[in-house]
């Protein structure tokens, strides 16, 4: 009755965005900005007259954020921090008091802007330099919350969104969403992609690029560089399309605008997810990011080609789905190495996949005589170094154990519907377990027991691979 009724009647405070427009303009330099501007019109639906709107804003080091400013009906308003005992939950959010009470049925226009900079760490979150720049799905834009009320419904983006991107006129860009129109505006040209609601949070890449598209093959990967590639880029389009494809029939489509990934080139980018520098390879919702120096090992290179299958397969199992903290390591880190897996065994067969599951043993034999193993399931991020390498040599052996359980098939069906089911949400061990034991139609208690909550690996595991350890 109360989920009937809450779909007319209001069962806590709340409001909705009716409209709402997100603009984003790149400022040459130096040192070159990013301008974001956010206007939104809200009705409260709510039960009750609402004396403050909370909203997450970029954090100031990650996003080099400042010039923040918001006006409500147009007015500036000033804004304050969120109570103490609230903080440390939402570190990033910040009150936005009304100078009136915002009553029910009314309507409120709330516009919000400031700039990002370059942070030291440019990775996957953003670079920005001064021929090409990239926003990933989340941190940059601000997030309107909900009232502190348990029953308080999020406020969610109207069935249409336009996201305006601005930047000189031989920038080549892609966000997601449908391109709706491309105007110029003055010396610069807007480009304006359309979000539906449906839709994950927008992403943003451009830059003064060169595109390489595969001698005109419709079904190759696209590379986007700063300068025109001097090697042939044939085989290596070829072989990044296969990984995509397989990834998407296992695990389900990307998105359906995506007919192709594209290797774009970002001059900034110095880590990729797990803070290493050096040559890297960054996912993004489109494909992935390389830098200059990836990009020197040459793109036909075994070593590149590893570096971006594994980003393309953070596209699914850590940009579709937020593992929350505890699973971080064991599904954030572990699925895409999984996958990875998963595109060895479809380009070379099952002695490709025995070969990659016996490094996966080699590294856990090494990292174990180093450190005191901690249980899959209990390693953090955060934990030592020595202890996360046991865990990231580990847990991809888990779903490889799952699969020779239970069929690579019924596996695979699960975790593309963990995907497709919890898109843009967090998941845990709980959601993983439930989608596996629905699409194997077995209980898996006791295989999660033995991989997440026992130390060492199963020795029926290793027994089967220990010919391909020799």
């Not at 990650?62 to 147009?74: A, E, H, I, S, T």
């Not at 990033?92 to 009553?103: E, F, N």
């Not at 930047?167 to 391109?179: A, E, I």
């Amino acid at each position: 009755m109360l989920c009937s009724a809450g779909c007319t009647v209001p069962l806590a405070p709340g409001y909705r965005i009716l409209k709402e427009s997100r603009e984003i303009k790149f400022v040459p330099g130096p040192p070159p900005e990013l301008e974001i501007r956010a206007e939104f019109t809200l009705e409260n639906i709510g039960t009750s007259e609402l004396a403050f709107i909370d909203a997450a804003f970029p954090d100031e080091k990650d996003f080099g954020r400042k010039n923040l400013r918001v006006q409500m009906d147009g007015r500036d308003a000033a804004l304050a921090s969120l109570p103490e005992e609230l903080r440390h939950s939402s570190p990033r959010t910040l009150r936005i008091p009304l100078d009136a009470s915002w009553g029910q049925k009314q309507k409120r226009r709330l516009s919000i802007e400031y700039t990002l900079s370059s942070p030291g760490d440019s990775g996957a979150r953003i670079t920005l330099g001064e021929n090409d720049f990239h926003l990933g799905a989340s941190g940059w834009f601000p997030v309107l919350e909900p009232p502190r009320h348990v029953m308080a419904p999020f406020p969610k983006r109207p069935d249409k969104t336009i996201v305006a991107i601005v930047v000189p006129s031989n920038f080549l860009v892609l966000s997601r969403g449908k391109p709706a129109s491309r105007k110029q505006r003055g010396a610069d040209t807007e480009f304006r992609f359309l979000l539906r609601a449906a839709d994950l949070a927008p992403y943003v890449v451009a830059g003064r690029y060169v595109e390489s598209s595969g001698g005109g093959k419709s079904d190759s990967a696209v590379f986007w560089t700063l300068q025109p590639l001097k090697e042939d880029t044939a085989s290596a389009q070829a072989q990044i399309a296969a990984a995509w494809n397989t990834l998407q029939t296992d695990f389900g489509p990307l998105d359906k605008n995506l007919r192709v990934p594209r290797i774009i080139e970002s001059a900034e980018l110095r880590v990729n997810l797990a803070g290493e520098e050096g040559p890297v390879a960054a996912p993004f919702p489109a494909g992935a990011l390389v830098n200059p120096a990836a990009l020197s090992l040459g793109v036909g290179s075994e070593e590149f080609l590893e570096k971006v299958a594994h980003a393309l397969a953070h596209d699914w199992f850590s940009g579709e789905i937020y593992p929350v903290e505890d699973a971080r390591l064991g599904m954030g880190e572990a699925l895409p190495e999984y996958a990875t897996i998963v595109i060895d065994e479809a380009r070379g067969g099952e002695a490709a996949r025995r070969k990659r599951v016996a490094k996966l043993l080699r590294e856990y034999e090494e990292a174990s005589a180093h450190a005191v193993e901690k249980p899959l399931g209990a390693t953090r991020l955060n934990d030592p170094a020595e202890q996360r390498r046991i865990a990231l040599a580990k847990a991809p052996l888990f779903f490889i154990a799952l699969e020779d359980t239970y069929g690579e098939a019924a596996v695979r069906s699960g975790l593309a519907r963990l995907v497709a089911l919890l898109r843009g949400q967090e998941v845990g061990y709980d959601d993983l377990r439930s989608a596996l034991e629905e699409s194997t139609g077995k209980n898996l208690a006791e295989d999660f027991r033995a991989w997440l909550n026992e130390k060492g690996i199963p020795k029926e595991f290793r027994a089967k691979y220990e010919a391909a350890n020799d």
